[in-house]
């Protein structure tokens, strides 16, 4: 998916500057998301996406630079063009005094590129001669680095630098050199980048924390859960709404099930537990994938979004393939959407159709959902959430699930 992107110019190898094609950014954003979301390798991650910068956006070559914890350095990972225009070799590590680096991870220097999502080299020496610049500064420290910065950027060969982060933290800095019909780079190609870089961000530090978990499933199943605890919150750390959701959910659906043995409705084998409290962790971590502008979306989502919306519960399934779960746990993730009465998604099951751990999901989900605050509404008091889980025994919800719900509420459980 990542290679997929509208061609903007014929081959690079091309003497002749040809006019650049209209990109639809917001729709190859879309794309590049897909695609990244689906790719565990962080080195193979950035390869692809500096192979697609290249390649299909008229650039003369590109470079990744990323932060290395075990070396606690910022390392350029993969450069990529033509010879001669590419970062030559020796430029590999960056420390946190480097002055790119220093430049996107401090203030009140970070403040210099909002509106602009990037610096450009053109623009140094208009920030240097700002006369806020000099003024905050009395004309020493900023314009110092910002000189620095000059000189750095023309020994990489870059015009334009990325910065990509990942809650707050400077996770990589994308490097762009000149573009083939040598025009500036524009706000909206800039913007696109930075969307990029965020995006790209998330699914490299989503890479890593993939790779570090199957390493310690290996050793131990209470390191392997807690890497799970985090994987399943990085979704929060990209819809602003979801905050203590996933936990939420995990702990009503686990109170679900242990309500549902006691009432004498079921019998669970004990790896039914570890099982339901992997997918409540995870069951919405095909959302990673989702467009933050829908994710975040205040509105009614269109007709469209919403399509793309519901495709996070496969996108879930395919994310997490590699683990190798559990079928319950991959039921949970996949189904908690359903229906008992047919109409869920993603494939329409109806009553016992639906996997135990995607119905006792799904009541926790609802519930949560319920009973949270959203930006344009506030929660349900939860003697009403319940009255609509009560409404919907056997429309909505498997009634085993969902009578365990009101019987944790009567008791004060929940």
Same mark, same amino acid.
């Given at each position: 998916?990542?290679?997929?992107?509208?061609?903007?110019?014929?081959?690079?190898?091309?003497?002749?500057?040809?006019?650049? /094609?209209?990109?639809?950014?917001?729709?190859?954003?879309?794309?590049?998301?897909?695609? /990244?979301?689906?790719?565990?390798?962080?080195?193979?991650?950035?390869?692809?996406?500096?192979?697609?910068?290249?390649?299909?956006?008229?650039?003369?070559?590109?470079?990744?630079?990323?932060?290395?914890?075990?070396?606690?350095?910022?390392?350029?990972?993969?450069?990529?063009?033509?010879?001669?225009?590419?970062?030559?070799?020796?430029?590999?590590?960056?420390?946190?005094?480097?002055?790119?680096?220093?430049?996107?991870?401090?203030?009140?220097?970070?403040?210099?590129?909002?509106?602009?999502?990037?610096?450009?080299?053109?623009?140094?020496?208009?920030?240097?001669?700002?006369?806020?610049?000099?003024?905050?500064?009395?004309?020493?420290?900023?314009?110092?680095?910002?000189?620095?910065?000059?000189?750095?950027?023309? /020994?990489?060969?870059?015009?334009?630098?990325?910065?990509?982060?990942?809650?707050?933290?400077?996770?990589?800095?994308?490097?762009?050199?000149?573009?083939?019909?040598?025009?500036?780079?524009?706000?909206?190609?800039?913007?696109?980048?930075?969307?990029?870089?965020?995006?790209?961000?998330?699914?490299?530090?989503?890479?890593?924390?993939?790779?570090?978990?199957?390493?310690?499933?290996?050793?131990?199943?209470?390191?392997?859960?807690?890497?799970?605890?985090?994987?399943?919150?990085?979704?929060?750390?990209?819809?602003?709404?979801?905050?203590?959701?996933?936990?939420?959910?995990?702990?009503?659906?686990?109170?679900?099930?242990?309500?549902?043995?006691?009432?004498?409705?079921?019998?669970?084998?004990?790896?039914?537990?570890?099982?339901?409290?992997?997918?409540?962790?995870?069951?919405?971590?095909?959302?990673?994938?989702?467009?933050?502008?829908?994710?975040?979306?205040?509105?009614?989502?269109?007709?469209?979004?919403?399509?793309? /919306?519901?495709?996070?519960?496969?996108?879930?399934?395919?994310?997490?393939?590699?683990?190798?779960?559990?079928?319950?746990?991959?039921?949970?993730?996949?189904?908690?959407?359903?229906?008992?009465?047919?109409?869920?998604?993603?494939?329409?099951?109806?009553?016992?159709?639906?996997?135990?751990?995607?119905?006792?999901?799904?009541?926790?989900?609802?519930?949560?959902?319920?009973?949270?605050?959203?930006?344009?509404?506030?929660?349900?008091?939860?003697?009403?959430?319940?009255?609509?889980?009560?409404?919907?025994?056997?429309?909505?919800?498997?009634?085993?699930?969902?009578?365990?719900?009101?019987?944790?509420?009567?008791?004060?459980?929940?």
């Amino acid at each position: 998916m990542l290679d997929s992107l509208t061609p903007r110019y014929r081959s690079p190898k091309s003497k002749k500057v040809l006019s650049p /094609m209209r990109i639809d950014y917001k729709k190859e954003l879309e794309t590049a998301s897909k695609g /990244m979301i689906m790719i565990h390798d962080p080195k193979l991650l950035i390869k692809l996406i500096i192979r697609m910068i290249v390649r299909k956006l008229g650039v003369k070559h590109a470079a990744m630079i990323l932060y290395d914890p075990d070396k606690s350095a910022y390392i350029l990972n993969i450069s990529r063009g033509q010879v001669g225009f590419k970062i030559p070799p020796g430029f590999t590590r960056f420390n946190r005094e480097s002055p790119i680096i220093k430049f996107f991870m401090e203030d009140p220097y970070k403040k210099l590129i909002v509106g602009r999502n990037a610096i450009v080299q053109e623009d140094i020496n208009k920030f240097i001669w700002r006369e806020g610049v000099i003024r905050n500064d009395k004309g020493s420290g900023t314009v110092e680095l910002l000189r620095k910065i000059d000189d750095q950027m023309q /020994m990489l060969n870059t015009l334009a630098c990325v910065p990509a982060y990942y809650q707050d933290r400077l996770l990589a800095v994308l490097l762009l050199g000149e573009k083939y019909d040598n025009s500036k780079f524009d706000q909206e190609e800039l913007d696109f980048f930075s969307a990029l870089a965020s995006d790209a961000a998330m699914a490299i530090r989503n890479a890593q924390l993939f790779n570090h978990l199957r390493l310690e499933a290996e050793r131990n199943k209470r390191q392997f859960l807690q890497t799970i605890i985090v994987l399943g919150s990085t979704i929060e750390a990209k819809d602003k709404y979801t905050h203590g959701h996933t936990e939420r959910v995990t702990n009503y659906s686990l109170a679900i099930a242990h309500q549902m043995e006691k009432n004498g409705t079921m019998r669970f084998p004990e790896s039914f537990f570890d099982n339901l409290y992997i997918a409540g962790l995870l069951h919405d971590i095909g959302k990673i994938g989702v467009p933050e502008n829908i994710l975040n979306k205040t509105g009614k989502l269109t007709d469209d979004e919403y399509e793309i /919306m519901k495709g996070h519960t496969i996108r879930g399934v395919e994310i997490v393939k590699p683990l190798e779960l559990a079928q319950e746990t991959l039921d949970g993730i996949k189904h908690h959407h359903e229906r008992f009465d047919g109409k869920g998604y993603p494939d329409r099951l109806k009553g016992n159709q639906i996997p135990i751990t995607a119905a006792i999901i799904a009541v926790a989900d609802t519930y949560d959902a319920m009973t949270s605050d959203r930006s344009y509404r506030k929660g349900l008091k939860k003697t009403k959430a319940i009255e609509e889980i009560k409404n919907n025994i056997g429309i909505q919800f498997n009634p085993l699930p969902a009578k365990a719900m009101i019987e944790l509420f009567k008791k004060g459980e929940v």
